[in-house]
């Protein structure tokens, strides 16, 4: 029998001749009989070369040589001229050779300078993406995503073959840094579409992104903690001026330190718990470092408060936008929420302020949103609410921009009720929003109050925005029309919780006026039905 085994190495001519398989019967071998004559994972691109010099037809490309430890066809920046016969590499760090430019397979091998990553591929995914793909050919791929279980795997097993990779290539090993992560992000979304962020606000690859880079920072090695050198240590000056770019696969975040570190403390923060949303802790790849460095911004802030006279607002700001992925782990933390304003205001006096505050709330929003931009999407809010309110009589126009404002307030829980019941001693939902104070004192107020949720009172044409029985800050009563936006802030700062009766109303302003979605799963009835009326009315 002339087997004639040419363009194959010498491991898989000698293994098809021990099994009397000549070259023309390869065409007639299924992907079973492949596995069974090489099984195990470091013959995967055996037989799939194998595979593809017999099918080269029903592929619809040129055949490409292919090579141990990467799993599935490659793509190179730059474009050699393809091989007519693919020859397996014995190199586990050998050089791809490229697909057709005309060819539209997506990218699974990802090129740098040094090393190459491979695109992480199993059966599961395969299918889960050739499935992905047939709904996609029939219209039908905006509804399927890739379940919790086949993303988590394909996010922890990226992360560990580009460290593996990392390793082995033995030229002083260091993790991947943040420029791979992100090339490696657009890969993974370019082969498994599915994966793409369809919400709009940002790059198709950013989740991906996020993830990897959270899953990198659980694998770490941390560092060993270098104590301080006594004689060595001085006093250094408080650096604002910090820089906004950082080196590949360096982890800064701009310099500040202070003198001493034994005088205020701090409240107990985890960095390890940050979720991956916040943009500090892309850049944060060591926790221990991380929690040194969140503590030192932490005891700037609370010495700029002990100092007399009030701070510089622009260094405040800094400060919080530094310290931001700690602060918003230590808040979490606190488990009572009753508890949780008083405690945070005790921590950070800074949001007694109106102005921190907001920023604040632009912080959590994220996606670039400033505090004149929320003003604005309130004012078009209040517009076409307002017609609403008055179509639906739940409130009658006035001439006097205060009065006018706290009408229309007050009217907000009946345009956008909710079905739950209102709690015992609270007359009207819109008490959960506004308060008028006609007389006594509004610390008794606030005690005898039966829900804790921030709130704005008016007392003597002065308005006090409290949350629970803490008083937060006051604010004049001309500017009475913002009052909603400040007591979304409280909500978001502060983490609270929507109270049921008035639910539906802060579902619609969080969607409406702050731009952010919630999830179809947390969508009620009444928020559904409210909306569907609102969206009527401004249609018509």
């Not at 379940?147 to 990226?158: E, G, P």
């Not at 619609?508 to 919630?518: F, G, M, R, S, Y």
Request: with cysteine; net charge neutral; charged share 25%.
């Amino acid at each position: 029998m002339d087997f004639g085994y040419n363009g194959v190495d010498h491991v898989t001519a000698t293994t098809l001749k021990a099994a009397n398989i000549s070259m023309d019967m390869l065409p007639s071998l299924s992907k079973d009989d492949l596995r069974d004559l090489f099984p195990g994972p470091e013959h995967f691109f055996r037989r799939k070369t194998i595979w593809r010099l017999n099918h080269n037809d029903n592929e619809g490309h040129e055949s490409e040589p292919s090579r141990p430890g990467v799993s599935s066809e490659s793509v190179a920046l730059p474009r050699p001229p393809p091989s007519p016969i693919p020859l397996l590499s014995s190199s586990p760090f050998s050089s791809p050779v490229s697909i057709p430019p005309e060819s539209p397979t997506p990218q699974h091998v990802m090129q740098l300078v040094s090393p190459k990553y491979a695109v992480y591929s199993d059966t599961e995914l395969e299918q889960a993406r050739t499935t992905f793909l047939d709904k996609l050919k029939a219209g039908e791929g905006g509804d399927y995503t890739l379940s919790k279980d086949l993303r988590c795997r394909l996010i922890r097993n990226t992360v560990t073959s580009m460290i593996t990779i990392r390793r082995a290539a033995g030229d002083g090993f260091r993790y991947p840094c943040s420029r791979e992560i992100t090339m490696m992000a657009k890969c993974l979304v370019e082969y498994y579409p599915m994966l793409e962020d369809r919400s709009g606000t940002g790059a198709v690859w950013e989740i991906v992104k996020k993830q990897l880079l959270k899953r990198l920072q659980n694998v770490t090695t941390p560092k060993k903690k270098q104590g301080p050198t006594p004689s060595r240590k001085r006093r250094r000056s408080l650096n604002f001026h910090h820089s906004q770019e950082t080196a590949m696969g360096e982890t800064a975040m701009g310099e500040t330190a202070m003198g001493e570190t034994n005088e205020t403390p701090c409240p107990d923060l985890n960095v390890e718990e940050l979720p991956p949303s916040t943009p500090e802790v892309e850049k944060l790849t060591d926790s221990t470092e991380s929690q040194q460095l969140m503590a030192r911004h932490y005891r700037t802030l609370q010495e700029m408060y002990k100092a007399k006279g009030k701070p510089n607002g622009n260094d405040v700001y800094q400060i919080l936008n530094l310290e931001f992925p700690a602060r918003r782990a230590f808040i979490v933390q606190v488990v009572r929420e009753q508890d949780r304003a008083a405690k945070v205001i005790e921590a950070y006096p800074c949001f007694r302020e109106v102005d921190h505050l907001m920023d604040e709330l632009c912080r959590i929003l994220g996606n670039g949103n400033t505090v004149a931009n929320l003003k604005n999407q309130w004012g078009t809010f209040c517009e076409k609410a307002q017609y609403y309110g008055v179509f639906k009589k739940a409130m009658k126009p006035s001439l006097n921009k205060v009065k006018q404002g706290v009408a229309f307030i007050k009217a907000l829980p009946s345009m956008f009720p909710s079905p739950v019941p209102l709690p015992k001693k609270l007359h009207n939902a819109s008490e959960a929003v506004l308060h008028v104070l006609e007389s006594g004192d509004p610390n008794m107020y606030l005690q005898k109050r039966p829900i804790t949720s921030p709130v704005c009172i008016i007392v003597n044409n002065t308005c006090i925005l409290a949350v629970g029985p803490t008083p937060l800050l006051t604010f004049p009563i001309e500017d009475i029309n913002n009052c909603v936006l400040y007591i979304m802030a409280c909500y978001y700062t502060f983490h609270l919780t929507y109270p049921k009766c008035i639910a539906t109303l802060l579902s619609v302003l969080q969607t409406e006026v702050l731009k952010d979605k919630i999830h179809e799963q947390d969508l009620t009835p009444s928020y559904k039905k409210a909306m569907l009326e609102f969206s009527s009315f401004i249609a018509d």
